[in-house]
């Protein structure tokens, strides 16, 4: 079975600062894992993908996560905030059976 | 009209009315699927749905009822709902599915039904 933990259910950062969002999974076999993005009134939109071809997977926007195997971690980042970044962002894992976390609400101060 | 669509984007009903939610994608998909998305809780897998068979149901109570009459059309028919219901319900497809288990694919998802049960 797999599982998803996302740290901290609200993150707030100023414009131009860094983005870091933590996850952290549980996978009995190699897992795919997923970065989705939400905003407002909408349905969730792919950010990025790791499928074990490079642990460093770069995302749109701006975005990347590091597979970390031995943390079991999969965090998302950007360099730099920006206004446009605020929503609300899932991570997923899946071997099979895909299940999400319970999401993190970035907001962006000016 | 391009990607994942569902209709009506808003629902209320009250608890001995029937409806339906309608998703539609265009992206030649062969599997899709129905998630609640509750405040403050994780997405719930509802059903899945590969090559127009249904191949997971996750314990959904029977007044929740899917329909796929093909593999562009996914319907969720409503009754005698309750207001432990209200939620965003979401539908998603992907260009494949493993038979039994949601696809490893990338997941296409519609703007949601936000549905109310007063």
């Known amino acids: 079975a797999q599982s998803v933990t996302q740290l901290g259910s609200h993150v707030s950062v100023s414009e131009g600062a860094l983005v870091l969002l933590r996850c952290n999974y549980s996978s009995s076999v190699p897992p795919y894992l997923f970065w989705y993005v939400q905003y407002p009134n909408q349905g969730l939109q792919l950010l990025l993908k790791y499928t074990s071809a490079a642990t460093l997977v770069k995302g749109i926007n701006g975005f990347e996560a590091e597979f970390k195997k031995s943390e079991t971690s999969f965090h998302l980042t950007k360099p730099s905030a920006h206004m446009s970044d605020a929503a609300e962002y899932f991570c997923?894992?899946?071997?099979?059976?895909?299940?999400f976390g319970a999401g993190t609400r970035l907001t962006v101060k000016p | 009209e391009t990607g994942v669509t569902q209709t009506p984007r808003h629902l209320v009903m009250g608890m001995t009315n029937k409806k339906s939610l309608k998703c539609e994608q265009h992206l030649g998909h062969n599997a899709m699927y129905w998630y609640k998305q509750s405040a403050k809780k994780p997405l719930e897998l509802m059903f899945v749905?590969?090559?127009?068979?249904?191949?997971e149901n996750n314990s959904v109570p029977s007044r929740f009822s899917p329909e796929c009459p093909n593999s562009s059309h996914l319907f969720l028919h409503l009754h005698t709902l309750q207001p432990e219901d209200s939620a965003l319900y979401l539908c998603?497809?992907?260009?494949?599915?493993?038979?039994?288990?949601?696809?490893?694919?990338?997941?296409?998802f519609g703007p949601g039904t936000r549905l109310t049960v007063l």
């Open positions: 749905y590969n090559f127009k068979e249904q191949t």
């Open positions: 998603a497809s992907s260009p494949s599915g493993t038979s039994g288990i949601p696809s490893t694919d990338t997941q296409y």
């Open positions: 997923a894992v899946s071997g099979g059976d895909m299940r």
